[in-house]
């Protein structure tokens, strides 16, 4: 079983960071059992909150009750990456799985932020969530490296 | 002339996101008189100091005396998105042409340090330069679509 995971919906729009995703899945992989997990896009012409509410069912239903879920929030708890690896390091001691979940353009359901252990924010600013996928992939990869004493492959 | 630019070294390392970049300097474009502008690398031996300061003086080079040169600098100020670009559209409206500067991965030279008119601190978490060149690129996108009151294009 991986030990960290990130999670979102639907591929990268941008194929450039569709490819990049994969190149940060395949590099956090050699350091640690990490995958990314996909959940499908639904098809279903929904309204924006029924769609929501969709996401957030097959978001959870990818989640088991032991993991330790980290929501990304503008409005949660911004780190330094020093600081950001000392708290990777502690959940991954503490925790069976990590999983990181990225919500869509619209957000995340209610469901999904009940669920919520943890709420992190990247930035004050308000990134797209494609961009937010790859910054995140790129702490993920840092912290890593940091927690392991590895050099950082650019 | 161009009303915002950006300038940093060398292509982007990933060609994923170099693709990424020309999509951003187009959206940009179609908004505001805006240009990405390259230095070249140096592929001289030098120490890492000494690329530094060659680099620093072409990025001088490339910056007149009236631009207002804003500096991406961890340990600059960091905005939400909505305050970012107030500030943008402040700078817009007092000076002649503002010039963003992302440094390579090594940083940038005293000199430009000195010269920055402003820092500015995308994260309090260290990104790769390549990805503060997208991160950057999609702020600027969104700052002007809060400014010019228009859609934001995903």
């Known amino acids: 079983m991986e030990k960290i995971r990130t ?78 690896s000392k708290f990777l390091n502690e959940k991954i001691n503490l925790s069976k799985r990590i999983s990181f979940v990225v919500g869509s353009f619209s957000g995340v359901s209610d469901e999904i932020k009940q669920r919520a252990n943890f709420k992190l924010s990247l930035s004050r600013m308000t990134f797209s969530n494609y961009i937010a996928r790859i910054v995140l992939l790129e702490q993920i990869y840092r912290a890593m490296t940091l927690i392991k004493g590895i050099e950082y492959h650019r």
Chains 1, 2 share one sequence.
């Open 7 to 84: 999670i979102w919906v639907g591929k990268n729009k941008f194929k450039a960071l569709d490819n990049l995703e994969k190149d940060y899945e395949d590099k956090i992989g050699r350091i640690i059992p990490f995958k990314i997990h996909l959940i499908q896009k639904t098809t279903k012409n929904y309204t924006e909150d029924k769609l929501l509410k969709e996401e957030g069912k097959n978001i959870l239903k990818a989640v088991s009750k032991d993991d330790f879920l980290i929501l990304l929030d503008e409005k949660g708890k911004e780190f330094d990456s020093f600081d950001f």
